[in-house]
């Protein structure tokens, strides 16, 4: 935490007016969004777009001879040139549209893991994963006889990297982590942790959903073999997201899901696919969504991310200087890299008492254990609040959070 | 902040702070689990039948301050009922929060409970102040646990 406030040159009044959302008042107050965690807001460019999709050019994509579908097509596959460009993946075929990062989990668990993890393998998970990023592994492994190793963390809520090297082995298969929690907001080293893994000649899956709409990825920097992450936490619309994989890879994995789109021939006696991206994407997708999810990048450039992840940065600073001024307030998750989450609790109040209190005064927030039961078990708490903020929050807000917190303990005292 | 003050009622800040009948009972003859995986309250009752009726009932866990506060109300409510009464108030109870009767102007035997009506105008709250009644319905009806997601 800085002593000195810098204010960057970011301009958050001119970005606010591009989400109309924000402008309503909740409860007679004015809205604080801070749930940005859960699902970010979308702005005009997104919505403009989405409702352009959907009165001129919406259609089936693929396969299609008439004029409206071959505008669809091309609309959804600009889409994914954007994204392709927006992580720096090599190749648009290796950008796999997803409804979410659960799907994005999901694919790989099924098709990967399956085909390429079996009796005695182990997966790498951490302690910090989201619910998401475990479950999936979990089925896998028990149907497979695989075995789930956990990268333990210490009190500040960051993964011992000295354990996950212990971990690594020749029996281990694939290391699935957040690159940010989104229960304690902490960032992981995993630029570092993909190059120890490759070192074993592991892969690594990256659960980027935390990650993307804080600060600019590169998938080739990194060095991942898989990153996935959600539309609907990077300002565009729910039922969009993204898995990136290797070629190498995604080339070997059978397909997860089957049906139309994702062919090249059929006959009863054998079906040929499709290569990918469309291996992957059986059936109808969400177009509009897909197309949603375009724009949103197109936005995010727009406005100068990495200034916007600067702010948002100081903003967090902020807020956690604020609410740790504040006795009976604890901080969980301390970590000296993060980003975007302030997750909380009040001595003697339950977090779903402060979430309600919180509404109250028109401010947004989450009280639960955030799908990630082994964090709330780590730190022996049911549940916390959690703030989550996006680059259009205000240090206005803040302050706002910070007086409705003291109002809880008033109220509770 | 009217609506604020009619839930977090002074009664219920103080059965939050000083929950009653909040211990396990060695001797209980039922007892169920209640669960509300959304926000990770969790709590067990303890029910002590005596023939037909609630010799004693009390309950142990962990929740929010608006679940905990009728679970305490719950036990000093239905002790010394019989199983029948406490059903009738289980059911009057459920219908008051979730808004089919009007504990003002229908009959009930809900007392002090009607507190709880506030409830009404917070929906995500609901299942809160529902879940010590529902585990106890559960307790009397022999069933081993009750999830209100």
């Known amino acids: 935490m800085t002593a000195v406030k810098k204010m960057s040159s970011f301009d958050v009044n001119k970005v606010r007016a591009d989400f109309p959302v924000l402008a309503q008042t ?5 809205l604080v969004y801070l749930d940005n965690a859960a699902s970010s807001q979308v702005s005009n460019l997104v919505i403009e777009r989405g409702a352009k999709y959907l009165a001129e050019e919406h259609s089936n994509i693929h396969r299609g001879v008439h004029y409206l579908s071959q505008h669809a097509t091309s609309a959804y596959e600009a889409a994914r040139e954007k994204v392709k460009r927006f992580i720096n993946a090599p190749s648009a075929k290796e950008c796999i549209f997803v409804r979410g990062t659960t799907e994005g989990v999901n694919l790989v668990a099924y098709s990967y893991g399956r085909k390429f993890i079996g009796e005695g393998d182990e997966i790498i998970l951490s302690q910090m994963e989201h619910h998401a ?20 963390m210490n009190e500040r809520g960051e993964l011992i990297i000295d354990e996950y090297e212990n971990l690594l082995n020749e029996r281990t298969k694939i290391v699935a982590v957040s690159h940010v929690s989104n229960s304690l907001g902490t960032i992981n080293p995993v630029k570092e942790m993909i190059a120890t893994a490759h070192k074993f000649g592991v892969p690594v899956f990256v659960d980027g959903a935390q990650a993307v709409p804080h600060f600019p990825v590169d998938v080739q920097d990194l060095d991942a073999d898989f990153y996935t992450f959600s539309g609907h936490k990077m300002f565009a619309p729910t039922g969009s997201g993204v898995l990136f994989g290797k070629k190498e890879f995604l080339n070997k994995m059978p397909p997860y899901q089957t049906g139309g789109g994702m062919i090249r021939t059929v006959s009863f006696e054998k079906t040929t696919y499709a290569p990918i991206p469309e291996k992957f994407e059986a059936g109808t997708p969400a177009i509009a969504a897909g197309i949603g999810l375009g724009a949103a990048v197109d936005y995010l450039n727009s406005i100068d991310f990495e200034a916007a992840a600067k ?5 967090v600073e902020y807020a956690t200087e604020r609410l740790s001024a504040i006795e009976g307030v604890k901080i969980i998750g301390t970590a000296r890299e993060k980003a975007s989450v302030l997750s909380f609790t009040i001595e003697n109040v339950h977090p779903h008492d402060i979430g309600t209190i919180l509404d109250q005064q028109g401010i947004a927030v989450r009280a639960g254990h955030h799908c990630a039961q082994p964090v709330m078990q780590f730190f022996d708490v049911p549940a916390t609040a959690r703030a989550s903020f996006a680059f259009y929050n205000t240090h206005e807000e803040v302050d706002k959070l ?4 003291q109002k809880v303990i008033e109220v509770f005292a | ?3 604020l003050n009619d839930l977090y009622q002074e009664v219920i800040l103080e059965h939050n702070k000083n929950p009653r009948n909040f211990r396990e009972i060695e001797t209980a003859t039922r007892t169920a689990d209640g669960n509300n995986p959304l926000c990770g309250d969790a709590l067990r009752v303890y029910v002590e039948m005596d023939g037909e009726t609630v010799k004693d009932v009390a309950f142990k866990g962990s929740g929010c301050a608006i679940s905990k506060a009728s679970a305490s109300m719950m036990t000093q409510t239905v002790k010394g009922k019989t199983r029948a009464e406490a059903e009738t108030i289980f059911d009057e109870f459920h219908k008051m929060v979730t808004g089919e009767l009007d504990a003002e102007t229908d009959e009930n035997s809900l007392g002090k409970l009607k507190i709880f009506a506030g409830v009404l105008e917070f929906p995500a709250r609901v299942k809160c102040a529902s879940l010590s009644w529902h585990t106890l319905h559960a307790a009397l009806n022999e069933e081993a646990e009750v999830s209100t997601e």
Request: glycine share 6%.
């Open chain 1, 26 to 30: 909740v409860n007679g107050k004015p």
């Open chain 1, 133 to 152: 990023n475990i479950i999936p592994w979990q089925v896998l492994a028990e149907e497979k006889g695989a075995k789930i190793r956990v990268i333990p």
């Open chain 1, 311 to 315: 702010y948002e940065h100081e903003l």
């Open chain 1, 402 to 405: 910070a007086d409705a917190v």
């Open chain 2, 1 to 3: 902040m009217s609506e």
